[in-house]
Each structure stands twice: as C-alpha cells, then as structure tokens.
C-alpha cells in the first residue's frame, strides 16, 4: 500500500507544473471580493490583462513567470507601463499569489487551485493505469 501512496505523490508532484489543456472558469468572479475590488481599480483593461494571464500561465509548464521577464509582457501583449499597475493592483487585492510574488513569481491562486486540481485528477488516473499495468505483467 505504502508503494503505491508514494507512487500516487510521485505522480501528483509530477502532473502539478505540467500544462493543462483545459481549467474551470467561474462563471460567478464579481461574487470574489477580492476580484471585485481589482475589477473597481482596474476596469474592464485590468481584468482583460488577467483573463489572459490565467489561461497563459495554465498551458506554461511550471505555470509562472519571474518577476520582470519581459516575455510574459511579450505574451500579453502589453507594455511595461500597462503591466505595472495592473500587477501592483493584483498583488495588492490577493490575486497574485502574494507569497510567491514575494519569491520572484507571478503566480495567479486561481492558477495554482487549477493546477492542484489537475494534478489530483491526472495522478489518479495515471495511478489507475499504472495499477492495472502492474496487474497485466504479473499475470
């Protein structure tokens, strides 16, 4: 049993900084207080910019990028001066994952929920087939 829990980590630590091809979206994001707030800060440009955030970081292995790499502004499409107070604004209202943030990382939370919840769902699955693998070459 302990070989397959170690297996299963094994294949949760794996799948978590792999690109995910899908991710839930909300469809309830003015409910989040925190979302609320940046959306009154920012508008509709400020949002955009995270909308388009989440996804990118989604399909990125690791799912982040270092403070200040200019290719994440090259995927935005946005310059430095757009990026600064939207990312300030982001960080403040607790949608930047502020530990990592502080790390060097831009991380979304909701990035990293995604990413967790993929991870369990993929290792599982994966774990299963692996499982019935075993099972066909003991046979």
């Not at 995910?20 to 949002?47: I, L, R, S, V």
């Not at 403040?92 to 995604?114: E, S, T």
């Amino acid at each position: 049993m302990e070989d397959k829990e170690q297996l299963l980590e094994s294949l949760y630590l794996q799948a978590l900084n792999e690109p995910m091809d899908y991710f839930p979206h909300d469809t309830n994001t003015f409910d989040d207080d925190a979302y609320w707030a940046f959306f009154q800060e920012q508008g509709y440009n400020g949002t955009g910019i995270y909308w388009q955030l989440v996804p990118l970081l989604t399909r990125k292995k690791g799912h982040s990028y270092k403070v200040g790499d200019k290719r994440l502004l090259n995927e935005l499409y946005i310059t430095e001066e757009q990026w600064e107070p939207v990312c300030d604004s982001m960080v403040r209202h607790g949608l930047l994952n502020r530990a990592l943030y502080k790390d060097g990382f831009i991380v979304p939370d909701r990035v990293q929920r995604n990413a967790e919840r993929y991870a369990r769902q993929t290792s599982k699955a994966r774990l299963g087939a692996e499982m019935t693998n075993r099972k066909k070459t003991e046979r």
